[in-house]
Nanobody, 125 residues
Framework: QVQQIESGGGLVQAGDSLRLSCAAS????????MGWFRQAPGKEREFVAG????????QYGDSVKGRFTISRDNAKNTVYLQMNILKPEDTAVYYC??????????????????WGQGTQVTVSS
């Protein structure tokens, strides 16, 4: 089992950068694919980025490609989301998720078994 705690959210201006962190507990962290999703008020939870257990494979949602980068440090049991050129439409609660890398389709919510509580990111115009 993996439990995650997200951090790094906050209020920024359009064009700024933020780095989110997701610290996971459990000795099997390196076995899990990790993902970031986000949910804005009144909207469905949206895939942002995913990374394989090894870190060799990554996937991104269309709205963040070229601006966001997902990475992981298995020695620190942590996954990161570097967010650059932030836009007001990036405003959402960002959630970290973990799953046993079932199919490599990291954009699917069904790939993930464990979810964090989320961290708020607000981008002002």
């Amino acid at each position: 089992q993996v439990q995650q705690i997200e951090s790094g959210g906050g209020l920024v201006q359009a064009g700024d950068s933020l780095r989110l962190s997701c610290a996971a507990s459990g000795r099997t962290f390196s076995s899990y694919a990790m993902g970031w999703f986000r949910q804005a008020p009144g909207k469905e939870r949206e895939f942002v980025a995913g990374i394989s257990w090894s870190g060799h494979s990554t996937q991104y949602g269309d709205s963040v490609k070229g601006r966001f980068t997902i990475s992981r440090d298995n020695a620190k049991n942590t996954v990161y989301l570097q967010m650059n050129i932030l836009k007001p439409e990036d405003t959402a609660v960002y959630y970290c998720a973990a799953g046993l890398d079932y199919s490599g389709s990291y954009f699917l919510r069904a790939e993930y078994d464990y979810w964090g509580q989320g961290t708020q990111v607000t981008v002002s115009s």
